[in-house]
């Protein structure tokens, strides 16, 4: 099977890192032949240690893409646009594709998917979602004869490795995220991870998955980490929980819950063992129970043996036999999931309020929460010397999200409340 | 497809019950029709509810076996002889196989293998080890790429069921295993769980799986776990670790190290997580890092649900295509890993001395150790009011099992020592 790859940065330096070690192994056990037809960089300095390995290296991709005798791209280059064309007109000259592009899936995939599904072309993914967790082997295929009620996932290994150390050091968030910066386990603009719009991304494509419907990527409720503060951490601990960013998918009749955010999971839960750069997904099934996948989620080799894989699964589909791609083509906007709106979800709470003075707030506080059909579970209450600045802790029943914004709006617009009102969702 | 199932007890009414659930969406989204051509059982009573439900009924299997229009072999009977003689039939007519019969594979796979090799057919058994884990399809397609270094799995929900509970409420052995075999966890003849058999079964399945070469079910050291003891549980506790039944791989140059015995599992460890009847698969691979998979073991329909994903996949693979079996020629006696006797593999270890007296008896264990190059790693000793009966728990550094066995029979002679020693091994 001849190979173009486009983009040999890290993974794709991997995945040729893999392909030269493993080669004659795939040969000789598989049956199948993983033939690097060319290489495209952004320039010839990129190219230059590929070509004097003996690779064809090109900086224009059409040079692959109007290749004949190659049947799969590897886009491995990142980014939106220049992606989505390459792959478009890879599709349109019956290529198959491997990505681990989640950005542009969750972006593009409703324009993707469907064209490859007419044109019979294989589009995998792997290495999109949970590198080193084989979460779309495990949808696509392991799970096929079951229902999918609900996912939870620790998908972004840098929000995970910053909330693990603020839980296990006492940091503040600043302060983890300046250190995991320096150490690499956090980009230089962090945005991207902190704000959990990588973390969205991916959910986009596992609740696609899961549902069967396209899942757009636009109307997912997102929030990030960066207002999670130390103190709030370790009142969770006291609680008996963590804190993690998931990704959550619930299926509710006709339409899917899809969110995320920063989430309590108890201690006893498998999920709160994902600790540090580990990723994790957590599958409620019908016919099965629940069942957790957790491995490394990034990083150039986990990457890249995802894609390796995919190559030999489509060698082996397109060179052993004729197998047919997975219909994906159910992945088109016409065929959107409706989603609850975040106002209409319903969890359990964590609340925490800054009161200036606790004589008579706290029965306010409960006051408010009661009118909105909000039951207390329980109450912490801490640094009652300091009474200019006295901690209420509050757990809440399962509540609505929507009378929870207006009970909190109530709140903060209390004279004893000396800082805004946090919040935290019990998964 | 036309699908003749052979056996309709738990597993195979499962297989029924969900493929008449899915039948019609399978085929308007993956365009593969699953048919029941006809049910095997062993008698006409058994047969009578599906038959009654339309299906055609058989007590001779050759009836399904000679039956050029059914193209695979669902074989759900359980036992060895006669599925050893049904599967081989099977595919001496060209047929498929999907079992989920780990006996049969782990006594029988070295014959059945390279038969279905030579008749390019495909034998599929994910549901053979760990029910609701893809562990089989993990290892052969998303872990393509990638070395398998070790594998550590806890595979046998009935002993993990025992352990945790014994650790949760400090209860015996023998309490829980009455209780469990009250509550349906433990089988009235619970030996082939108790002492290790299936979790070798599953165990040599998934060496051979990693190693590439045939693990002989006979020739892996087997420990149950009748003798651990609630004391041992409690101090192990004490140490920060939990006791489970792994079935351990380990790859060592060009042997491999196969065991299934308790261990001391840190409570840190992903695996020290997984608790009652929960299975799981850790993996240590190149290019990758640790990974972990855990989920339902057995049970009905997680494991039916493991078959059905085996029979769309199949589907998949003959009906919208052609694609070649994934060759287990190798999986063949003249291909046998060579397997490390137990006396050569190092371990950390666990000690309990019970001393009559412990003037001067801490120095004779002590020596005894040294002398068998074993370093003490820690001291614990309780019950110093009872002089009669003083537990002394040493945990060591990595030693050689020949020469922990030489110490502990040496320690054993010991005019000081009122019962055998017992012994652990870390993970």
Redesign the interface.
Known sequence: MRIGIIGVGTVGG?VIE?IEQ?RDE?HA???VLLEIAGVVAKTEEELAPFKAKGYKGFTDANSLLEDDSISVICELAGGYELPFKWITKAIEHGKNVVTANKALLAKHGSEIFPLAGQKKCHVLF?AAVGG???II??LQ??????QINSLSCIINGTCNYILTRMAAEGLSFEDVLKDAQKLGFAEANPSFDIDGIDAAHKTAILASLCS?RFVDFEKIHITGISDITAKDIKFVDELGGVVRLLGLYNRTGESVDVRVHPCIVPQEH?LA?VKYVLNAVYLQ????????????GA?K??T???V??DL??LA??TE?????P??MG?FQKENSATLVPIGETSTRYYFRFVTKDNYGVLSKIAGILGENKISIESILQKNIKNREKVDIVVTTEKAKESDVQTALAKIDSLPEISEKSRMLRFI
């Open positions: 991997g893999i493993k795939f056990k598989l049956g792997e080193g967790i084989p082997r495990t295929e392991a799970l096929v004869g079951n069967g498998l063992g099934c019908d016919n099965l129970g629940p069942t957790l996948q957790t491995g490394a990083g080799l986990p890249a043996s995802a390796v894989a030999v699964s082996r589909s052993t036999g004729h197998i047919e997975l219909p159910w």
